[in-house]
């Protein structure tokens, strides 16, 4: 059973636009983290939110973890082709180490 | 730097036979994890792994099983191959203190033919 849903499934966008994705769950949960994965490589943390209403920045990115805790958004500045990747949200489930991870987000930032 | 090593990026199987993936890290952590990855699927658990010699089934166990005879290996065996096991797999480890960061590995494309 998938638990976080992420959308959009993909992005095609050109260089210096904002965009959004989203990351929802119908359960609350402890906290959430963002993953971004460029071809060829595993994923790499960018981040990780604990407290509902959070907001996180790193640089041109911006996290939020919504109030009710079921939800988080991540928005990005002025994009550019190096964040072209896959960008998953994950969340602990059961056994504190375990993560499941939503469906993904394919972004493509074109010059 | 964490290094997760993933002994093969890309194998090609045919049905029936034994696959092995191998999984090696160089952080002394003690949670190891095999992931299998699926386009619009994100990432599924396979199994993980807490401890030397200890494991637990994750979401998607079937067909699969794993071995960790040392701290830093970790193991995703196929017993017998099969064409709906074509895909992606990641393996990962993290530390059980803290925030819970996953380090991955670059990934081991299986084709099953």
């Known amino acids: 059973t998938q638990l976080l849903e992420q959308s959009p499934q993909f992005l095609s966008i050109q260089e210096g636009e904002n965009l959004t994705v989203y990351c929802n769950s119908s359960?609350?949960?402890?906290?959430l983290q963002w993953y971004r994965q460029e071809p060829g490589e595993g994923p790499v943390l960018l981040v990780t939110?604990?407290?509902?209403?959070e907001v996180k920045k790193l640089k041109r990115l911006t996290f939020q973890f919504g109030d009710a805790r079921k939800d988080s958004s991540l928005h990005i500045t002025a994009a550019q082709p190096g964040d072209t990747g896959l960008y998953l949200c994950a969340r602990r489930t059961g056994t504190a180490s375990k993560l499941t991870f939503g469906t993904g987000t394919r972004l493509q930032v074109t010059l | 730097d964490v290094k997760v090593t993933q002994s093969s990026r890309y194998l090609v199987k045919r049905t029936g036979e034994k696959v092995f993936l191998e999984c090696v890290q160089d952080m002394d952590h003690e949670n190891m994890f095999w992931y299998r990855q699926d386009p619009g699927l994100g990432l599924r658990l396979i199994y993980f792994?807490?401890?030397?010699?200890?494991?637990e089934k994750g979401d998607i166990p079937e067909g699969y099983s794993v071995s960790r005879e040392k701290k830093e290996r970790f193991s995703l065996i196929l017993e017998s191959a099969s064409t709906n096991q074509t895909s992606m797999y990641l393996c990962a480890s993290s530390w059980t203190q803290g925030i819970g960061e996953l380090f991955f590995g670059e990934g081991s494309r299986l084709t099953v033919l």
């Open positions: 359960s609350v949960f402890s906290s």
């Open positions: 939110v604990v407290t509902g209403g």
């Open positions: 792994s807490y401890d030397v010699k200890m494991k």
